[in-house]
């Protein structure tokens, strides 16, 4: 069976496509994940491949798709950092522990 081949703009990306993309790049791109390509306009377009079982990906590549993976990523470890109560409350989290300063 042939994958479906499909090319992502970052403007049209789905929630579940980001999540494919945060797990196969969990901190974030580096410069040998990209690709090269020209496209039917004569114009070179870096992307990103990612493939699934049924489908071939290529996330053409901007400064707008790497922040918004970034922030995916951030906001993703943001809600991991806290734990809640059998209430609902958030747990604070300990002081000693190290953090990093954006």
Not at 3 to 24: F, G
């Given at each position: ?25 969990p901190y974030g ?74």
């Open positions: 069976m042939d994958k479906k081949r499909v090319i992502v703009d970052y403007k049209n990306i789905t929630q579940p496509q980001l999540e494919l993309l945060s797990e196969a790049y791109f580096e410069e040998d994940d990209y690709i090269k390509f020209v496209n039917s306009k004569g114009e070179t377009v870096y992307a990103i491949p990612l493939e699934t079982d049924d489908t071939k990906y290529l996330f053409k590549v901007s400064v707008q798709l790497q922040k918004k993976v970034e922030d995916f990523l951030e906001e993703d470890e943001d809600t991991e950092d806290f734990e809640t109560t059998d209430e609902g409350d958030d747990v604070t989290p300990d002081p000693n522990e190290d953090f990093e300063e954006d």
